[in-house]
């Protein structure tokens, strides 16, 4: 039996996608743990930074597992669905969309780099590999994480291209990059006191 009788309608998953990276767990966490919003300190956003900060780093660590998760299972399981390219691309896109701009969060959330390797993962764990390694050379070589950031989602489908990476994986890449590089041009000005932890001066 083909796919397209199985699956007909392949526009829906990409809206399991969005909803599942609109689940903000770090603000989810914060207020469970402290009693505050992640948001109302540090960078604002709903990151594993702002939760380490906030709640400490065993939290942290928890929000960035359940970030890399709410990619990584959208685009797991559209891939083994064996769905057309554009679909699981779309699909991991708007899983770092929702991580950006959440509906359960009044979109107001997160920078997409974790959902955006929970992505890569799980369509090619060398493609997270070599995703991280161009966002550390990048900001070893610029010192300033946004724009590190910015230019590494442009980049990684590139790096990707280079190495001789194929198929799907450039597909994922491409749409989940664009989401991250458009998410930090918002902090593209902003001034860096501590390279991991993008604390204002």
Not at 38 to 51: A, E, I, P
Not at 92 to 118: D, I, Y
Request: with cysteine; proline share 4%; net charge positive.
């Amino acid at each position: 039996m083909q796919i397209s009788t199985l699956y007909p309608y392949p526009y829906l998953f990409p809206i399991f996608g969005y909803l599942s990276g609109s689940l903000p767990f770090a603000l989810w966490v914060t207020r469970l743990v402290k009693g505050i919003d992640v948001r109302d300190g540090g960078s604002g956003h709903v990151t594993t930074t702002n939760t380490i900060r906030q709640a400490g780093l065993g939290w942290g660590i928890l929000v960035l597992i359940l970030d890399i998760s709410k990619g990584f299972v959208p685009a797991y399981f559209t891939a083994r669905l064996a769905l057309p390219y554009w679909a699981v691309a779309l699909t991991a896109g708007l899983a770092v969309v929702g991580h950006c701009w959440p509906l359960f969060a009044q979109f107001r959330g997160g920078m997409g780099l974790a959902t955006t390797g929970g992505c890569l993962l799980a369509i090619n764990p060398l493609g997270l590999v070599i995703g991280l390694g161009v966002l550390v050379s990048l900001i070893l070589t610029i010192r300033h994480s946004a724009r590190a950031a910015f230019f590494t989602g442009l980049l990684i489908p590139v790096a990707l291209w280079l190495l001789a990476q194929r198929g799907l994986i450039i597909w994922v890449s491409v749409a989940t990059g664009i989401v991250v590089a458009i998410r930090f041009l918002d902090d593209w000005n902003r001034e860096y006191r501590e390279l991991w932890l993008d604390r204002e001066q």
